[in-house]
């Protein structure tokens, strides 16, 4: 089969900024590559404007946009803050909290976009941690690991999750079956991994960092559960399309006399929405050239079967590690038809971003909020926890899908 040479180099090009983060020597981080690449298929002719427009996939960057103005309600709204405050001052053992807080941020997680609850809840728990004369490190490991393990439950925990739900049209009920015992057992492992390693040395003595909080609002937070219970019945009991339902609960929270929709919008993570659109024209012009034909024959030769579940499963773990788990599901989605597939790559993909600190977007957003209120978490702490916890729920994933097969 003849490839394009120009959709080969810039496929490189883009997939290698991924592995990197970005490009050496110049000021691209992974969108910034991302949104180069597309750039160059449509100035070179692979595509025009039409077929880009025509290769987003705008029901999942709907739905994504949807689910993050729902949790920026809960977010502007004090529903974080007025949670996780709340939780830190009963009158729990260290060890107790630190498995409170791993439960409510997995939880959290698991019906709103992970990297909005890591945001609002980090600097909450280290005021705390502070106050009451414990090490804000392991709780910050916990909300991050949590949040990953907990988002992994629904199709609408995080990002890679909704692109596969979409893409594959899974049912969402069908989904949290698959996904339940993997991730309960998941955060159960957070907390016993993580107190176990600071079982000795959990307390610290650590200044009370000045911390900006938000106001909590009953009105707004009644409103965005009222509208986020509704949105949830849509999920599970109606074949109403995600990307409409959550931009129409996105459209009901606009309509406020207090929160203006400026407020909302600047909240939004559009750097991400923006990385999904340049991969998906990427992608479509990837596709079209039969490079993803040519890797399946390739890695068939190796022995590598991409149908066959292990494989999979240990191909997108690796995969997610090297380029990070949205532009590896985007990669791998068109490659494989196990009937499994769904369930798969969401799982493993999620689980896999626990590995390494650079393992996904919510592992960055706690250090570097942590680092905002002088708190440092290093790459050897965070894979002190992650490697094993990493390597214990994607045994548990694989397993139990291997008994639902």
């Not at 405050?85 to 698991?110: D, E, I, R």
């Not at 600071?198 to 909080?213: D, L, Y």
């Not at 938000?214 to 009105?219: D, G, L, Q, V, Y």
């Not at 985007?330 to 971003?353: E, K, R, V």
Request: aromatic letters at 8%.
């Amino acid at each position: 089969m003849d490839i394009d040479l120009t959709v080969l180099v810039v496929f490189l090009f883009v997939y290698g900024g991924m592995v990197l983060g970005g490009i050496p020597g110049l000021a691209l981080d992974r969108t910034g590559v991302a949104v180069l690449g597309a750039i160059a298929l449509t100035a070179t002719g692979h595509t025009n404007l039409e077929q880009a427009w025509k290769a987003m996939d705008v029901s999942t960057l709907a739905l994504l946009l949807g689910l993050m103005i729902v949790s920026v309600q809960f977010r502007l709204g004090g529903f974080y803050t007025k949670v996780v405050a709340y939780v830190a001052n009963l009158p729990l053992s260290p060890y107790v909290l630190l498995g409170a807080t791993v439960w409510v941020v997995g939880v959290l997680s698991s019906v709103l976009v992970n990297d909005i609850v890591c945001l609002a809840t980090t600097p909450i728990v280290i005021e705390a941690c502070a106050k009451r004369r414990l090490d804000p490190v392991p709780f910050c490991l916990a909300i991050a690991l949590s949040s990953n393990v907990g988002s992994a439950l629904t199709l609408v925990g995080n990002p890679q999750n909704m692109l596969i739900g979409q893409t594959l049209h899974l049912s969402f009920s069908k989904y949290l079956w698959d996904a339940s015992v993997p991730v309960v057992l998941g955060l159960f492992c957070v907390w016993g991994v993580i107190a176990f390693l600071w079982r000795k040395n959990i307390c610290r003595e650590t200044g009370i960092p000045s911390v900006e909080t938000i106001r909590f609002n009953p009105w707004q937070t009644t409103k965005g559960l009222i509208v986020l219970a509704g949105l949830l019945f849509v999920f599970l009991f109606t074949s109403i399309p995600r990307g409409i339902s959550a931009l129409t609960a996105a459209g009901i929270l606009f309509l406020s006399r207090k929160m203006a929709s400026r407020r909302f919008l600047g909240e939004v993570d559009w750097q991400l929405l923006v990385l999904f659109g340049g991969l998906f024209v990427i992608n479509d012009c990837v596709g079209r050239s039969g490079i993803p034909q040519m890797l399946v024959s390739e890695l068939r030769a190796l022995g590598i079967d991409m149908d066959s579940g292990v494989w999979l499963f240990i191909t997108t773990t690796v995969l997610s590690n090297l380029v990070s788990n949205v532009p590896a599901v985007m990669l791998l989605l068109p490659m494989s038809h196990h009937p499994q597939l769904g369930a798969i790559l969401a799982l493993s993909s999620t689980l896999a971003g626990n590995l390494l600190l650079v393992g996904s977007i919510a592992n960055l957003i706690v250090a570097d909020q942590a680092s905002l209120h002088g708190v440092r978490i290093t790459w050897k702490q965070h894979a002190l926890v992650g490697i094993p916890i990493t390597i214990i729920t994607l045994c548990i994933a694989g397993a139990w899908l291997a008994f639902l097969q």
